[in-house]
């Protein structure tokens, strides 16, 4: 089993910077990831990166704005989030998944993001 606990949410302006962290414990994991849920939109996934080769994926609407970053040790991940936009008003949700599993199989509660304009 794996907690997942995410922190630093908040309420921003426009053009405005926040740093997501999660902290995990339990079960050693084999890469961690952000996803997030809007109002009135469905789950959709924001970055993540694998722990032994730090392989790092960013979905298209926050490259060049959103930054992941890790520490194994600590087994933290952080995503710096630059340049907020009005869309990007969610819920963000930590997530890990297990060596050799397919998919993100653990997920923190959620911290509320919210950008004004």
């Known amino acids: 089993q794996v907690h997942l606990v995410e922190s630093g949410g908040g309420l921003v302006q426009a053009g405005g910077s926040l740093r997501l962290s999660c902290a995990a414990s339990?079960?050693?994991?084999?890469?961690m990831g952000w996803f997030r849920q809007g109002p009135g939109k469905g789950r959709e996934s924001v970055a993540a990166?694998?722990?032994?080769?730090?392989?790092?994926y960013y979905a298209d609407f926050v490259k060049g704005r959103f930054t992941i970053s890790k520490d194994n040790a600590k087994n933290t991940v952080q995503l710096l989030m630059n340049n907020l936009e009005p869309e990007d008003t969610a819920v963000y949700y930590c997530?890990?998944?297990?060596?050799?599993?397919?998919?993100?199989?653990?997920w923190g509660q959620g911290t509320q993001v919210t950008v004004s304009v």
């Open positions: 997530a890990a998944k297990l060596p050799m599993a397919s998919r993100f199989d653990y």
């Open positions: 339990g079960a050693s994991v084999s890469a």
């Open positions: 990166i694998t722990w032994s080769g730090g392989s790092i």
